[in-house]
């Protein structure tokens, strides 16, 4: 089974810190995505990944940032963290085999910005 | 930009029941993807479809993708607690397995 890893359940920062979200998966996939999820906004795409070191803006890219140094590695950055960047943030990662493949998730992490 | 929309937004069913929930897009659907995630938890996989017509089913859950492509089902019959939690449709889009999601349907199930 596909093993998608979030280092964290819960989160509490401050304002104005720089926030490291982390992600690991286990099944040598290519792709990896961050996502982010409110009530009544769904999930939202925030950055993906298709390669070590590529990167791509998904909808809402906007005060956040990501490396991908390693396959298996995808971390979120909040460069800044801001009170409205309080949310539910996942991970997924999916093969790039030929034809449709679903994505994989993590268990998310709650985030709280004060 | 494709949108999808999910019917209803939410539903309390009693334990034995069965019910459907609906996944509907703004254009074409090239697949179609079932999840279930649990409250304060992340997505869990349960069914990809990918032709018009197609049918699948996973114990006493079934989905189906329409002709036109344009509508998902998903059934669940004699429901159960363990049914219960958020079920969001997804769609590729864009290109580089991508999906767009719907906004969820919130099951509860009670005894």
């Known amino acids: 089974d596909v093993k998608v890893t979030q280092s964290s359940r819960y989160l509490v920062k401050r304002t104005g810190e720089k926030v490291f979200l982390e992600c690991v998966q286990d099944m040598d996939h290519e792709n990896m995505f961050w996502y982010r999820q409110d009530p009544g906004l769904g999930l939202r795409l925030i950055y993906f990944s298709y390669d070590v070191k590529m990167k791509e803006k998904g909808d809402i890219p906007e005060g956040y940032s990501v490396s991908r140094e390693k396959k298996e590695r995808f971390s979120l950055i909040l460069e800044s963290a801001s009170t409205n960047q309080t949310s539910m943030y996942l991970c997924?990662?999916?093969?790039?085999?030929?034809?449709?493949?679903?994505?994989?998730f993590g268990d998310g992490t709650r985030l709280s910005i004060l | 930009s494709q949108e999808l929309e999910q019917s209803p937004q939410s539903l309390i069913v009693q334990e034995g029941k069965n019910l459907t929930i609906n996944c509907t897009s703004s254009?074409?659907?090239?697949?179609l993807y079932w999840y279930k995630q649990k409250y304060g938890e992340g997505l869990i996989f349960l069914m990809m479809?990918?032709?018009?017509?197609e049918e699948k089913s996973h114990e006493k859950i079934t989905a189906k993708l329409d002709e036109k492509k344009q509508q998902s089902s998903l059934h669940i019959t004699a429901s159960q607690p363990s049914h219960a939690g958020i079920y969001l449709c997804g769609a590729p889009t864009g290109g580089g397995n991508k999906l767009t999601f719907g906004t969820g349907t919130q099951l509860k199930v009670e005894l």
């Open positions: 479809l990918q032709k018009g017509g």
């Open positions: 997924a990662s999916s093969t790039r085999d030929r034809g449709n493949q679903p994505q994989h």
């Open positions: 254009k074409t659907l090239y697949g």
